[in-house]
């Protein structure tokens, strides 16, 4: 099993699209990329401690690939607006890969390099590229959010789009007992 990291603007949406893999075991909100220990959701919320929201990956490259985590991180958040996603500003809420080892940083890379080449977005990918740091575990009213809050507006206006969306354009990767 592999790990990968993800900043994609709220963890609670970020984490209910992976969680839908085909090849992802586990899927856990929380805090990286900053100097406090042990954070809380309460301190991070100002923006002033370094920290992202991201989810931690838990996944068998034998059945997805990093790059095709990649392409899902890419295609389910805007990698063009720095330190913001929809309403959700702060640099906690900024696009950023958190990368395990030296290949994990160059298909990260080279997935900006060719997403840029390719001009998929109209502006410029500000997607931060940095090395994993100490992952801190969210509390644990925030782990595994939509599906125990799926009826809440957050959840019915923003994720429920955003997964349907998904699904749609990514059928093929979707765990099959989802799809029924």
């Not at 989810?55 to 690939?65: A, G, H, L, P």
């Not at 992952?135 to 595994?144: I, R, T």
């Not at 990767?173 to 029924?180: H, Q, T, V």
Request: aromatic share 12%; charged share 20%; glycine share 8%.
């Amino acid at each position: 099993m592999q790990t990968a990291t993800f900043g994609g603007g709220c963890f609670w949406c970020t984490e209910a699209v992976f969680q839908t893999l085909n090849g992802v075991s586990q899927v856990t909100s929380g805090y990286m990329g900053g100097e406090l220990k042990h954070p809380t959701y309460m301190e991070i919320c100002n923006g002033d401690t370094g920290h992202a929201e991201v989810v931690q990956i838990t996944f068998n490259e034998d059945v997805i690939s990093f790059e095709e985590l990649l392409l899902v991180f890419f295609k389910t958040h805007n990698p063009t607006t720095l330190n913001r996603q929809g309403n959700d500003i702060g640099t906690q809420y900024r696009s950023v890969i958190f990368y395990e080892n030296e290949d994990q940083q160059k298909q990260a890379e080279q997935m900006v390099s060719n997403l840029t080449k390719e001009q998929i977005f109209d502006k410029a990918i500000v997607t931060e590229i940095s090395p994993a740091a100490e992952f801190y575990e969210a509390e644990d009213y925030h782990q595994n959010y939509f599906s125990g809050n799926q009826g809440k507006p957050y959840c019915a206006f923003v994720i429920q789009p955003k997964l349907n969306k998904f699904a749609k354009d990514f059928k093929d990767k979707i765990k099959p007992e989802l799809l029924e």
